[in-house]
């Protein structure tokens, strides 16, 4: 049986990060997305929840607060931006304390201790996703920097360099062609579909003749790539 998710944040890339990582993951289903605890506590009413994805700083009612009012609250993790709140948080019995920008490996180790506290059976990564602990090494400044791939939505060509975009909006530079970028990544699941971008699969949430939609960005198609990337996505 799927455990039941209830995300609650006021900020909707963060609802969209979140979602995003829970499809992804067998043995997780969401019941509701809420931007803050009154449209929670309706939720609660109608609806079983197992396990609350809960930010702190949220307008009306704080995230602690909500939680301390509950009078059978299910399990939580709490998802914020701040640190200094993670012993109010685990007072509260928090499964774990996540501190945003969350990785998609952070996110699987929550999801991985929130199974042993339930006896859930083990979490996979499902269909297009990446294996969690796949990363690559890319040149950022004078450094090499470790980078999960599942955590990269899409890369923008910049002349000599790209642009690599990662899940919750951070960003950062890379001295990289956008060819040896998608050479780079071949092994995994990302598409080039445009002379200057190239898209994870499984980012992807929707598409047309002309663009290929993610969670906060619309890419074109290209011409040269079109009839290669409908196919592909026609087929999946």
Not at 109 to 130: D, F, P, S
Request: proline share 3%; glycine share 4%; with cysteine.
């Amino acid at each position: 049986m799927k455990l039941r998710c209830l995300l609650i944040d006021d900020e909707p890339p963060a609802l969209k990060v979140l979602a995003n990582y829970i499809a992804s993951i067998s043995g997780l289903e969401i019941v509701g997305q809420c931007r803050n605890a009154i449209e929670a506590l309706d939720v609660l009413k109608h609806k079983t929840v197992d396990v609350i994805f809960l930010d702190i700083k949220m307008p009306r009612i704080i995230g602690t607060e909500f939680l301390r009012n509950l009078a059978h609250p299910p399990k939580v993790i709490f998802v914020t931006a701040y640190r200094e709140y993670a012993v109010d948080g685990f007072e509260l019995d928090a499964v774990d304390y996540l501190v945003k920008p969350v990785s998609f490996e952070r996110f699987f180790k929550a999801i991985t201790k929130l199974n042993r506290l339930t006896g859930q059976e083990t979490t996979t990564v499902t269909g297009e996703t990446m294996n969690p602990a796949a990363f690559v090494y890319l040149k950022v400044d004078k450094d090499m920097k470790k980078i999960f791939v599942n955590e990269i939505e899409f890369i923008e060509s910049w002349k000599d360099y790209v642009m690599v975009f990662l899940a919750g909006g951070k960003h950062f530079l890379v001295k990289q062609s956008i060819t040896a970028m998608e050479n780079l990544l071949s092994e995994h699941k990302f598409m080039r579909v445009h002379r200057s971008y190239i898209v994870s699969l499984s980012k992807i949430a929707g598409y047309n003749g002309l663009s290929v939609q993610l969670a906060e960005k619309e890419i074109p198609i290209g011409r040269l790539y079109k009839q290669t990337v409908l196919e592909k996505l026609q087929a999946r």
